[in-house]
């Protein structure tokens, strides 16, 4: 069995305690695009870590986050074999994007981030890094649990870190309507997702391993439905959600809290009510649904990683935040429980986090408390 040791993140708000803080405030951390960009773009605003936009801005936002997990779960490279996965949608794009642009070169052995993780952690094992899209974190989880559960690594360590960047901002603008303002997860008059950096850390470690438990980690489901290239599959979703209680030996009926993936677009929202309905609901499941993305924005590779984390202070609490920027829900919503305007009281059990990228790349995480 896995036990998670240690967890943090970085989001718009700050830290793991300061963005819980500000979900169960229901503050909303989107901050307007100036005009130029906003107008060439058609993007209205986005949700950004400040700091600048020096080079490098991605890698070091995760060697904050590992060197801050690290520490809170007492690890030593040095002592322990400890191996770091890394997920990750877009890696360093935005210097490349800053290379094409300006002509400012970036070293291209920098693009990756083995040697921003080496430097964080001296004497790690090996760096694998995943380009898994928008649930790249939730499947560098699954491969953590795996590495620890056969024996391959005595600590392993899931990151994720992401970075807004100009084209994907251009993509988004592509396809809206008009710009968006603020996502509004699971809301009927939803006009679309907006970018937000993000960078978080699970320290994953054996139960027998002397030191924090945070929580169980029973399992994490995966499938590659590969249906199209950007548009979720509701079959995809749910095939992921069962792969997490049959390696979890759980029943659907057992959820008690669903951190939703909740991108607040035209698509993502309905097939995820849906697949709630078909698996929790159908197995006579009543779950509270949050979403943290109203608040801090889509952090894309991070963003399973963020909802961990979340999930993880909650059940420490006892408390499952808000969904930001909900008002009236969705008509697919009807029979689910969505938290809204302010926390609910949730004695710590099941939870699950929800994570769905491009491509069909999805993921599934389950935790329970530690005992």
Request: charged letters at 20%; hydrophobic letters at 45%.
């Amino acid at each position: 069995m896995s036990v998670i040791a240690a967890t943090t993140q970085l989001t718009c708000f700050g830290d793991g305690p300061r963005t819980w803080d500000a979900l169960t405030r229901g503050r909303c951390g989107a901050r307007p695009l100036d005009p130029t960009t906003a107008a060439r773009l058609n993007v209205g605003a986005g949700y950004p870590i400040t700091g600048g936009s020096d080079p490098g801005r991605a890698a070091g936002w995760l060697v904050a986050v590992l060197r801050a997990a690290a520490a809170q779960a007492g690890v030593d490279a040095h002592r322990e074999r400890v191996v770091v996965v890394v997920g990750t949608g877009l890696r360093q794009l935005t210097d490349v994007e800053r290379w094409a642009l300006t002509a400012s070169p970036c070293p291209v052995d920098q693009l990756h981030f083995g040697s921003a993780v080496r430097a964080a952690l001296p004497g790690v094992r090996d760096v694998v890094t995943l380009a898994n899209a928008c649930s790249a974190g939730g499947h560098a989880l699954a491969m953590a649990q795996d590495l620890v559960e056969t024996g391959e690594a005595d600590v392993a360590i899931a990151a994720a870190a992401d970075t807004t960047t100009l084209s994907m901002q251009a993509m988004i603008g592509r396809v809206a309507d008009r710009p968006t303002e603020r996502v509004r997860p699971f809301d009927r008059d939803r006009t679309g997702v907006l970018l937000g950096d993000g960078a978080a850390a699970v320290v994953v470690a054996p139960a027998e391993r002397a030191g924090p438990r945070l929580a169980r980690l029973l399992a994490t489901g995966l499938s590659c439905d590969a249906v199209h290239e950007t548009a979720p599959d509701i079959g995809g979703m749910t095939r992921a959600m069962r792969d997490a209680l049959h390696r979890a030996d759980r029943e659907a009926r057992d959820v008690r809290v669903v951190v939703a993936h909740g991108t607040g677009t035209a698509l993502n929202d309905p097939a995820e009510c849906r697949a709630i309905h078909e698996v929790i609901l159908a197995d006579r499941g009543d779950p509270w649904v949050t979403a943290l993305k109203g608040a801090i924005g889509h952090t894309s590779g991070a963003a399973a990683l963020c909802g961990v984390d979340v999930a993880l202070r909650g059940l420490r609490v006892g408390a499952v935040p808000p969904v930001v920027g909900l008002g009236v829900p969705l008509a697919e919503a009807d029979g689910v429980r969505l938290v809204r305007d302010r926390p609910v009281a949730v004695p710590g059990s099941l939870t699950q986090i929800n994570s769905f990228g491009f491509g069909g790349v999805n993921a599934v995480t389950l935790l329970e408390p530690a005992c």
